[in-house]
């Protein structure tokens, strides 16, 4: 039917990518750096909370809610601009693309975090099964139409 577009694609994963960061977001904010120290630290790095009142870590923390910040921005834009004006979906498309490949990259061969931690492998599959396949299929069909013409 209609509703099964290629810019499907866009529409669930972005939404559902604007979700989390609307919930994550202002959890960052309210609870604060104790909060996501031990909530993104690996268990078994049993790093003390104590660690969150050091300078250097208050200094990262401001630059890490800065960023955020700025991605909370984009989505914000973005779910309005995908939605408001359909004709901006492929600038997007290719640009989360990208990211999502990054983040899967950085994931796989940085060392953001154990390899073995459930939260780690979460973040990995939903990229690779979920949000690169979403934007990296809107992006395969987009440029198949793109060179028809």
Known sequence: GAFMTKESLIYVAFT????????????????????????IA?????????????????????????????????TVSTLACIYKVPETIPIFAYSLFALYAYKLYALCVGNLGSKQDEQHKAKVASIAFFFLPCYGGYCALHLMDYLRQ
């Open 16 to 39: 559902v990518d604007a979700l989390n960061t609307f919930v994550s977001f202002p959890l960052f904010v309210v609870k604060g750096r104790k909060w996501a120290l031990e909530n």
């Open 42 to 74: 690996a268990k078994e790095d049993n790093i003390p909370p104590s660690e969150a009142d050091r300078p250097a870590f208050k200094q990262l923390w401001e630059l890490f809610m800065v960023a955020y910040e700025g991605y909370f921005g984009f």
